[in-house]
T-cell receptor
């Protein structure tokens, strides 16, 4: 079964520092991969998605992620953190062209940004 | 495009009562999903509609849960005889896509969720 593992339930960075949120997936077939962000008391907003085109995916708010098949990873990065980036981040997987749930989410990583 | 709308945003109910949540998807979207999210966890899939047809249900959806999408537009999620373990946020999402169950490639948009507290 497909799944994602987010390493680190909580990541703290200083404003202006590099943001790195880790996600590893488990899938027997090439998956679609996603990063969503959730602000307090709000729904989820799509940051970016990988759908088997370019392995380096650029998203909104300066975030990007790189699909590495050899490492089964899809880590999210941002060169310089901003206070407004503080939120919960979820990695998700959808098996390519297979019946089943549309998205399977990881447990999330809370990003804190300090000034 | 007004986004995915959910109502109510917050509901407090006594154990044993029934509750119903409504979701209005983005108007041109034919796919609709319900997820449940508990504190400290990612969203967990509950059920999926393609137009009015309920194509998939998770094992999380016990017989106390029922979802409908009668005209292929809005959807309702009803929980009967609520239990404290049902306390969670219920998220609705929608997307466009061809018939079938696989991911369509189109963005899945989420609503802001309906918080349920069972006391």
């Amino acid at each position: 079964a497909q799944s994602v593992t987010q390493l680190g339930s909580h990541v703290s960075v200083s404003e202006g520092a590099l943001v790195l949120l880790r996600c590893n997936y488990s899938s027997s077939v090439p998956p679609y991969l996603f990063w969503y962000v959730q602000y307090p008391n709000q729904g989820l907003q799509l940051l970016l998605k990988y759908t088997s085109a370019a392995t380096l995916v650029k998203g909104i708010n300066g975030f990007e992620a790189e699909f590495k098949k050899s490492e089964t990873s899809f880590h999210l990065t941002k060169p310089s953190a901003h206070m407004s980036d503080a939120a919960e981040y979820f990695c998700a997987v959808s098996p390519y062209n297979q019946a089943g749930t549309a998205l399977i989410f990881g447990k999330g990583t809370t990003l804190s940004v300090s000034s | 495009d007004t986004g995915v709308s959910q109502d109510p945003r917050h509901k407090i109910t006594k154990r044993g009562q029934n509750v119903t949540f409504r979701c209005d998807p983005i108007s041109e979207h034919n796919r609709l999903y319900w997820y449940r999210q508990t504190l400290g966890q990612g969203p967990e899939f509950l059920t999926y509609f393609q137009n009015e047809a309920q194509l998939e249900k998770s094992r999380l959806l016990s017989d106390r849960f029922s979802a409908e999408r009668p005209k292929g537009s809005f959807s309702t999620l009803e929980i009967q005889r609520t239990e404290q373990g049902d306390s969670a946020m219920y998220l609705c999402a929608s997307s466009s896509g061809l018939l079938g169950r696989g991911y369509s490639g189109n963005t899945i948009y989420f609503g802001e969720g309906s918080w349920l507290t069972v006391v």
